[in-house]
């Protein structure tokens, strides 16, 4: 038997926690697939500058990690949040989104 719920609500700050988490974790991937990407980009370098491009590489690649986390997880916590806010105050005047359960 089916039975149909409808979501009247949305929680807004566990809501945008959680998808803000989401948002630090691919962040967080992301940067270490550019990082890689990067790196492998030594090798176009000349020889007597691979020391400069790898200290500047190094520096950058730090703060891409953690700007990219941190600003992902923002950016998510932010935009969800005010999704959230949004369904909340026209979830009652259009009807929340049905789901149909077993």
Not at 30 to 38: A, H, M, Q
Not at 53 to 58: E, P, Q
Not at 72 to 81: D, E, H, L, P, R
């Amino acid at each position: 038997m089916v039975e149909t719920k409808e979501i009247k609500s949305i929680p807004v700050m566990p809501f945008a926690l959680m998808i803000g988490a989401i948002g630090g974790v691919l962040g967080f991937i992301w940067s270490l697939v550019v990082i890689i990407f990067g790196a492998s980009l030594l090798a176009l370098v000349p020889a007597q500058e691979v020391g400069a491009a790898v200290a500047g590489g190094l520096l950058g690649a730090i703060f891409l990690i953690i700007f990219a986390t941190i600003g992902a997880f923002v950016a998510g916590f932010i935009t969800y949040a005010i999704i959230a806010l949004i369904y909340n105050f026209l979830a009652p005047k259009l009807g929340g989104i049905k789901l149909e359960l077993e």
